[in-house]
Every structure is written in C-alpha cells, then in structure tokens.
C-alpha cells in the first residue's frame, strides 16, 4: 500500500513541476524579466522534469525509512500492545532466540518452534558451543541471547568471569554473522525463596550491570526485561516463569528489535 501511494505521489508531482517551469518560462518571457534569479528558477524547474524517476522514488523510500522506528528508539522499560500469538510468529520470522530453560518454554508453550528457539534445560553460556553453532547455521538476521540463571550458581558472584564467558560467544557470532544484530536479554529477578537456596542467585542485579555494560562495549543491545516481572509470574522454585510472562517478554523483544 505504501509503494502505490509512493508512486502516485510522484506520477503526481512530475506533471506539476513540468506545468510550473513552463508558467515561469512564459512569466519571464512576456514581462521582459531575464534576471538571473528567474532563469535559475526555471533551470531548476526543467531538472527535475528530466530526473530519474527511480532517483525521485529512493529519495521518497529513504525518507520513508527515517520515520520506521528502530529497536534502538524504541524506548526501554516501556511495554506497547501484547502481541497476539500470529503477531509474535509473523515478528520473529527470520531471528533466532538461544538460551536456557527459561528461553526454551518459549517453544514448549507453543509461542514459536524449534527452528528459532534454540535452547536447553541447565545451558551455561560457556557450554553454548552446540546451541550457537546451530544458530548461526539458521542465518538470522536478529540474534537473540538470553542466560544468566544456570551461570550465576556456576561463577558464583564473579561477573568478570561471566562477562569473558559470554565475549567468546559474542565475537563468534559477529565474526561468522557480520550482518547481523545481536539482542542481549537480561537476567531476570530471582524470588528470595531461591536465593535462601543458592544464594550466589543474589547476585543477578550486579550481573545485569556488567551485562549492559558489556553490550555497550560489543555494540549490542541490551533488553532489560526485568520490570516485565511480578510476583504473580514464578514458577513455585521462584526462578522459572509461567505462560502469562512469555507473551510479554516476546513483545518487548520484538520491539526493542524493531520487528514490529
């Protein structure tokens, strides 16, 4: 729809600009005025009678893009409308999502399929090699990642440790996949029920920090899902979601991604 209204408007402006070079042409003519403001206009009149429609049409799509918002305008911490399940599967064409189990009910609650939920109960960031290798493999133009909660009990409070992990990672799918953004997701809030089990969980908001911090050093961009959260949304063992949070974190991922 957008391309017809785009090429109307310039089967409408040519005929304009052909019809006011030629009243300017006869302005100057009967009224004896050849100075060189009025020639130049009608210099700049005949070029644009002659232009390159296709020149004209790139001008009106590129201007067309610079209103298309981006993931990087859209603003954080904000949530728009909830997709509705064929809106989340027409979004998320062409990406990819690797992560552990929490990334995986992705696919188990039915939301997307295996060809773009690449994921695992218990993954670490450091023992992703599979999972990203197969990633890749799907060539995705969006490349989701999505750990921390495994990675927490294992590093134990250590973010630096956690943070060269996950550079291994991120160089391999920038070397392999130049073209292609990658999204970081951050660690979500863990229940203090969980925490009194393991308590190196309390370490997810230092871990987050180095997370942002390590995108703005990737250039990646970091996804903030934590306010998506409230007490409502915890599996019993207080780490894990249920279905009503997975509709919300696939809408704020697609539009922080600027798929929708």
Same mark, same amino acid.
């Given at each position: 729809?957008?391309?017809?209204?785009?090429?109307?408007?310039?089967?409408?402006?040519?005929?304009?600009?052909?019809?006011l070079?030629?009243?300017?042409?006869?302005?100057?003519?009967?009224?004896?005025?050849?100075?060189?403001?009025?020639?130049?206009?009608?210099?700049?009149?005949?070029?644009?009678?002659?232009? =390159?429609? *296709?020149?004209?049409? %790139? @001008?009106? /799509?590129?201007?067309?893009?610079?209103?298309?918002?981006?993931?990087? &305008?859209?603003?954080?911490?904000?949530?728009g409308?909830?997709?509705?399940?064929?809106?989340?599967?027409q979004?998320?064409?062409?990406?990819?999502?690797?992560?552990?189990?929490?990334?995986?009910?992705?696919?188990?609650?039915?939301?997307?399929?295996?060809?773009?939920?690449?994921?695992?109960?218990?993954?670490?960031?450091?023992?992703?090699?599979?999972?990203?290798?197969?990633?890749?493999?799907?060539?995705?133009?969006?490349?989701?990642?999505?750990?921390?909660?495994?990675?927490?009990?294992?590093?134990?409070? =250590?973010? *630096?440790?956690?943070? %060269? @992990?996950? /550079?291994?990672?991120?160089?391999?799918?920038?070397?392999?996949?130049? &073209?292609?953004?990658?999204?970081?997701?951050?660690?979500?809030?863990i229940?203090?029920?969980?925490i009194?089990q393991?308590?190196?969980?309390?370490?997810?908001?230092?871990?987050?920090?180095?997370?942002?911090?390590?995108?703005?050093?990737?250039?990646?961009?970091?996804?903030?899902?934590?306010?998506?959260?409230?007490?409502?949304?915890?599996?019993?063992?207080?780490?894990?979601?249920?279905?009503?949070?997975?509709?919300?974190?696939?809408?704020?991922?697609?539009?922080?991604?600027?798929?929708?």
């Open positions: 729809m957008k391309n017809i209204k785009n090429n109307k408007t310039i089967l409408a402006v040519i005929p304009a600009v052909v019809v070079a030629a009243g300017v042409a006869f302005f100057c003519s009967r009224s004896g005025n050849t100075d060189k403001q009025c020639q130049e206009t009608v210099e700049r009149l005949q070029k644009l009678e002659t232009a =390159d429609i *296709s020149s004209i049409e %790139d @001008a009106i /799509r590129a201007l067309s893009e610079k209103e298309k918002p981006t993931g990087s &305008d859209s603003e954080e911490g904000v949530l409308d909830i997709l509705t399940d064929v809106q989340i599967k979004a998320f064409q062409e990406t990819v999502i690797v992560g552990d189990s929490i990334t995986e009910s992705i696919a188990e609650y039915g939301f997307l399929d295996t060809s773009i939920v690449v994921a695992k109960l218990g993954l670490r960031i450091d023992d992703a090699d599979d999972q990203i290798n197969t990633a890749i493999s799907l060539n995705p133009s969006v490349f989701f990642l999505s750990f921390g909660a495994n990675d927490l009990e294992i590093y134990n409070g =250590d973010s *630096s440790a956690f943070i %060269d @992990a996950y /550079r291994v990672k991120v160089k391999q799918i920038q070397n392999a996949l130049p &073209d292609t953004a990658i999204y970081i997701n951050s660690i979500l809030p229940q203090q029920s969980a009194d393991s308590p190196a969980l309390a370490y997810y908001d230092s871990f987050n920090q180095a997370l942002r911090d390590f995108c703005d050093e990737m250039g990646c961009t970091f996804i903030d899902d934590t306010f998506l959260v409230d007490e409502s949304m915890y599996e019993p063992d207080g780490e894990h979601m249920v279905y009503n949070y997975y509709p919300k974190w696939l809408t704020y991922m697609a539009e922080r991604a600027g798929l929708v």
